[in-house]
């Protein structure tokens, strides 16, 4: 559920579209949420992999450390690039 979340500012970004992440996103949540480690995702589209890289920002947004938050996302097709992708996406 995306109570895994723990941070309620954040569930309520996704309540109104989910109430359960995906089997794709279940797999990684743990590593991306909860880890530094890295991750190469492939997955086929429309599988959550958006969602997926918002995991690992939601993760640095929560640290909440001194240093200014910065992250890259990668976007493995132009037209979906061009879509805008992201946030709500």
């Known amino acids: 559920p995306i109570s895994a979340l723990g941070n309620p500012i954040f569930e309520q970004l996704y309540a109104q579209k989910i109430s359960h ?5 279940t797999q990684v949540f743990h590593t991306l949420y909860c880890t530094n480690r890295n991750v190469l995702l492939g997955a086929p589209t429309s599988s959550g992999k958006t969602l997926v890289a918002e995991f690992s920002i939601l993760r640095m947004l929560n640290q909440r450390s001194n240093a200014r938050p910065e992250a890259t ?9 061009s879509e805008g992708g992201g946030w709500g996406s």
């Not at 992440?21 to 996103?25: D, E, G, H, K």
């Not at 996302?73 to 690039?81: N, T």
Request: proline letters at 7%.
């Open 21 to 25: 992440f995906n089997p794709v996103q």
């Open 73 to 81: 996302v990668l976007e493995g097709g132009a037209a979906h690039a």
